[in-house]
């Protein structure tokens, strides 16, 4: 089994822990940490090690975060090199497709960077724009 820890500016972590559960339910190894304005990269930084050391009992941990770059990425990526004897793998641009196929597979993956790169294909593939498809239909129109 692989944990799930999803971070991310603000309440961004709790905007996607509400929305995870109320689709796919609660799920026990999906931690979320959020970095609040005010907060330190110390704090944010204690926090994560928190969720990674609820989650040691899984065979790694997939962090997903809101963006590349942004604190909560970096941050989660220095906690990472700091536990080398836990396998993380951190993906930046998370949405909430991720989190829920996250919550499907977890139980039957042991495999973190196998699980990061099944995510980040879900993530990809439900970017979609809206196209509205104008059918015109050659049959007389019957009034309804």
Do not use: W
């Amino acid at each position: 089994m692989v944990g799930l820890l999803i971070t991310g500016h603000g309440e961004f972590a709790a905007g996607m822990q509400s929305a995870a559960k109320m689709i796919a339910g609660e799920c026990e190894v999906i931690k979320y940490v959020k970095f609040l304005e005010g907060m330190s990269t110390e704090q944010l930084a204690d926090q994560l090690n928190a969720a990674f050391d609820a989650l040691s009992s899984c065979d790694g941990v997939v962090v997903l975060a809101d963006l590349p770059g942004g604190s909560p990425f970096k941050t989660a990526v220095e906690c990472k090199y700091a536990r080398p004897d836990q396998k993380i793998e951190v993906v930046a641009g998370t949405n909430i497709p991720m989190i829920v196929a996250g919550a499907a597979l977890v139980e039957d993956e042991s495999d973190p960077k196998a699980l990061a790169d099944e995510l980040i294909g879900v993530g990809k593939d439900c970017l979609v724009p809206f196209v509205l498809e104008i059918h015109e239909d050659d049959a007389e129109e019957d009034g309804i």
